[in-house]
């Protein structure tokens, strides 16, 4: 029997980010449900974020695990964690393995409120190793992603990432396709790595009960 993984989207066009990195695991090990609310990213509040927290609650009476996938509304996650299956916010699984080597890290975002929430995240895995960060807002990107220009979007990020010498990170989901452009030094994303995080946590969990 799969492992069952819910993921909470803002963006719909994550979702199929999400699925393709599931896809990408060895025997259809593990199977995704997708909730889509664009709504949460209106205005990221204390009680926003409380309304996410909730929904994530909700989620998890039915999955192995659950995966909130939107940088801006992070720390919901973190209001989650006494849900009866674990929670996981995906920029934080990107983080620990991006940090984990210690070294030059460079920490590329491209919607504006997701700094905050992005510097937090990633400082605190640095810590455990030492690492050094540089993070970079991709100027003039977010209004191409919001304009559904995605070719031009993932086109500038890789602009930006092209030059830089440390280990180069795409800290937001929508970001994932800019690395097909940087096949010489791919850059860490957030769906691959945060899937096979929640594939380890569910299964985990489920071995627990």
């Not at 949460?40 to 909730?54: G, H, N």
Request: charged share 20%.
């Amino acid at each position: 029997m799969p492992l069952t993984l819910a993921c909470l989207h803002t963006a719909e066009s994550n979702a199929l980010l999400f699925q393709a990195a599931a896809a990408a695991l060895p025997g259809g090990a593990l199977a995704l449900t997708h909730r889509v609310r664009p709504d949460l990213l209106r205005d990221p509040t204390p009680e926003t974020l409380e309304e996410a927290a909730a929904l994530l609650r909700e989620m998890a009476q039915g999955a192995d695990a659950v995966l909130l996938t939107c940088s801006t509304i992070g720390d919901a996650a973190a209001h989650a964690q006494d849900a009866p299956r674990p929670v996981l916010r995906a920029d934080a699984a990107l983080a620990e393995a991006a940090t984990r080597r210690g070294g030059l890290v460079e920490v590329l975002y491209a919607a504006p409120t997701t700094e905050g929430p992005t510097r937090s995240i990633f400082e605190a895995a640095a810590r455990k190793s030492g690492a050094q960060l540089r993070l970079h807002l991709v100027e003039g990107a977010w209004p191409l992603f919001q304009a559904g220009e995605t070719a031009a979007y993932h086109a500038r990020i890789a602009e930006v990432a092209r030059p830089l010498p440390g280990r180069v990170v795409l800290a937001q989901a929508s970001m994932a396709g800019a690395s097909a452009l940087l096949p010489e030094a791919p850059p860490l994303t957030v769906p691959a790595i945060s899937v096979m995080a929640a594939a380890r946590a569910a299964l985990k969990a489920r071995d627990s009960r």
